[in-house]
């Protein structure tokens, strides 16, 4: 029976843990005793992956090839060199992405590809984006299961296994009705009603899980509703903040699928992708949480549609609720507190609704500019 003594063992070992410390090295990875293919060898620990703070991370990021992947690419890549960081995700690459650095399929359900991954490419930092959102996540639960929770338990075990440091993203959508709206604090009831929100939960407690019990550097951010100009929203309640910009700049037009009064936290994706920078770089003495709210700003699409049409008067703004996206959005914080990211790391956003405007209508306009020019 020495399967069983060495099963018996380390599970003794993953119980008790060894005197004087408090968290466990990496030789009792989560996976072991079901002698999955994730078993790590005995002397592989959280440190042993060599890291030193003058170097450049070795980054990944999962699921990049979304509305914020590409950007967060373009900034890394800018900091760290372009090789550095790969781009994955299961979707075809546009070719102007797929020629600005390197780029590698990589489904997070599949986790000895992963694994491969990370081990061939020496990775140090991996930013995991691969989501379904809140609105597509109730309109496939199962998948949506099955993408953000158990791809999420793949990057975390591959994460800790590696000895990476790990930010995960989540969300306004880890609230729920039962939450103060105005505004939400880090710590309070979260008891969303999505399935995304659900999942987004999970890996915020997962993560801190894995930091306090083995060790894993766990980082986490609740994102606000992003806007972007030159990237489209992948199917969230948040994706109308987006959408009315391009459809103002096409045909002066744009109908809402929110009620005019639903009020959201919302940030321009320079100041997203800085701050999840940022947080990255923070000294782990400046973190006393591994999940923070980030905010910048939070309007109503009445609000946002009268300052868009300051600058185009002419634009004509309707309503078409839809009762999905409206019930979640009802459910959401209105505001979000994000004192604790201000003072313990120096959270400051750049972009409030005005300079918001402007960017994007900068943007878009030069895109049209081009495009009848060609
Ligand atoms: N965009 C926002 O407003 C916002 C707000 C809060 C949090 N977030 C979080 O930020 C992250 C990135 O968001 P986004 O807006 O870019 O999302 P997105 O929906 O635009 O992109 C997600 C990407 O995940 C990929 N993906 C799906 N299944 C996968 C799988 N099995 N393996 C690998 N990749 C897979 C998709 O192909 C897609 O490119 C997500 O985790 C999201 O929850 C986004
Ligand atoms: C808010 C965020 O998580 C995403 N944009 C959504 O609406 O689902």
């Not at 009268?306 to 999905?324: A, C, N, R």
């Not at 979000?336 to 306009?365: C, V």
Request: net charge neutral.
């Amino acid at each position: 029976m020495p399967v069983l003594r060495a099963l018996s063992k380390v599970v003794k070992q993953t119980l008790l843990g060894s005197p004087g410390c408090s968290c466990q090295p990496l030789t009792v990875a989560v996976r072991n005793i079901s002698f999955s293919p994730r078993q790590v060898t005995s002397d592989a620990s959280f440190h042993s992956v060599s890291f030193s703070e003058t170097d450049h991370p070795k980054v990944l990021i999962t699921g990049g090839l979304g509305q914020l992947g590409v950007g967060l690419a373009k900034m890394l890549r800018k900091k760290f060199g372009k090789n550095n960081v790969i781009l994955s995700d299961i979707r075809k690459p546009p070719s102007s992405v797929f020629h600005s650095g390197p780029f590698i399929y990589s489904d997070i359900l599949d986790y000895k590809n992963l694994r491969e991954i990370v081990v061939n490419n020496r990775i140090t930092w991996l930013f995991h984006y691969s989501a379904l959102l809140s609105a597509v996540g109730e309109a496939n639960v199962a998948l949506a299961r099955s993408v953000n929770i158990t791809g999420l338990h793949n990057i975390l075990d591959i994460a800790a296994e590696h000895g990476l440091r790990l930010f995960v993203p989540s969300t306004i959508g880890a609230f729920g009705p039962t939450s103060p709206r105005n505004p939400t604090p880090d710590l309070c009831v979260q008891r969303p009603r999505t399935i995304y929100g659900v999942s987004k939960v999970h890996a915020e407690l997962m993560g801190e899980y894995y930091h306090h019990r083995y060790g894993l550097d766990f980082r986490c951010l609740r994102y606000p509703g992003i806007i972007s100009a030159d990237s489209m929203p992948g199917g969230g309640t948040t994706d109308y903040a987006v959408q009315i910009f391009h459809d103002a700049i096409k045909s002066g037009k744009f109908e809402c699928n929110l009620r005019p009064d639903t009020r959201l936290p919302m940030m321009y994706i320079d100041d997203c992708l800085r701050a999840t920078l940022e947080v990255m770089e923070a000294p782990v003495d400046t973190l006393s949480m591994r999940t923070y709210n980030i905010n910048a700003m939070s309007f109503t699409p009445e609000e946002l549609a009268q300052e868009l049409q300051k600058q185009m008067p002419e634009l004509e703004v309707t309503y078409d609720v839809d009762h999905v996206r409206q019930a979640i959005a009802d459910s959401w914080p209105m505001n979000f507190d994000d004192s604790n990211a201000r003072k313990e790391w120096g959270w400051k956003h750049d972009y409030d609704l005005p300079e918001l405007i402007q960017t994007m209508l900068n943007y878009l306009s030069s895109e049209t500019r081009v495009a009848r020019a060609n």
